[in-house]
T-cell receptor, first 116, second 115 residues
Framework: AQSVTQLDSQVPVFEEAPVELRCNYS??????LFWYVQYPNQGLQLLLK??????LVKGINGFEAEFNKSQTSFHLRKPSVHISDTAEYFC??????????????FGKGTKLSVKP | DTEVTQTPKHLVMGMTNKKSLKCEQH?????MYWYKQKAKKPPELMFV???????INESVPSRFSPECPNSSLLNLHLHALQPEDSALYLC??????????????FGPGTRLLVL
């Protein structure tokens, strides 16, 4: 079965500091990993995804993530955060139903709070 | 255009009411999804439509009834809901070509309160 674990429910950080949001996955098959961000009272927006190839993935808003197969991790990083990065971040793995659809299985989320 | 729209933004209904949530996309996506998100929880899949046919029902109670009248529209009909059904209902869509590798695009959600 596929699942993701987000190790931190809350991460407080000061503005302009670096941040890492941790995500570990378990999967017995090929894995496709996603990071989504949810701003207050909004839907989810894709930050980045790993499908194959280069293990360092760059996304929007200066975020990047590194796929590490040996450690089954897909941690999200940003070298310098801004107040506007305050949001809930979800790591997700895509489950293949065997047909042509996928389904996202989300981690429990990490609330990033950026303080001035 | 990567926008998924949902109406209404907020909905308050009694347990005997019948209401519908609407979702629309014009990206040519042939897969559409309904998710339920309780407060401070991750989204959970409810239904998946593929080429206007229901392909996945994650054991959702029959008081939730999805409908896909065409490739751009997705409805969720609500009847005799319970207070524990109060949540944010998210719609998403994606291309079908690459299945699980496709990005899902989410709407802003409908916040439902059942009294």
């Amino acid at each position: 079965a596929q699942s993701v674990t987000q190790l931190d429910s809350q991460v407080p950080v000061f503005e302009e500091a670096p941040v890492e949001l941790r995500c570990n996955y378990s999967s017995s098959v090929s894995v496709y990993l996603f990071w989504y961000v949810q701003y207050p009272n909004q839907g989810l927006q894709l930050l980045l995804k790993y499908l194959s190839g280069s293990t360092l993935v760059k996304g929007i808003n200066g975020f990047e993530a590194e796929f590490n197969k040996s450690q089954t991790s897909f941690h999200l990083r940003k070298p310098s955060v801004h107040i506007s990065d305050t949001a809930e971040y979800f790591c997700a793995v895509s489950k293949n139903y065997g047909g042509s659809q996928g389904n996202l299985i989300f981690g429990k989320g990490t609330k990033l709070s950026v303080k001035p | 255009d990567t926008e998924v729209t949902q109406t209404p933004k907020h909905l308050v209904m009694g347990m005997t009411n019948k209401k519908s949530l609407k979702c629309e996309q014009h990206m040519g996506h042939r897969a559409m999804y309904w998710y339920k998100q309780k407060a401070k929880k991750p989204p959970e899949l409810m239904f998946v439509y593929s080429y206007e046919k229901l392909s996945i029902n994650e054991s959702v109670p029959s008081r939730f009834s999805p409908e896909c009248p065409n490739s751009s529209l997705l409805n969720l009909h609500l009847h005799a809901l319970q207070p524990e059904d109060s949540a944010l209902y998210l719609c998403a869509s994606s291309q079908e070509r690459k299945g699980p590798r496709e990005t899902q695009y989410f709407g802003p959600g409908t916040r439902l309160l059942v009294l």
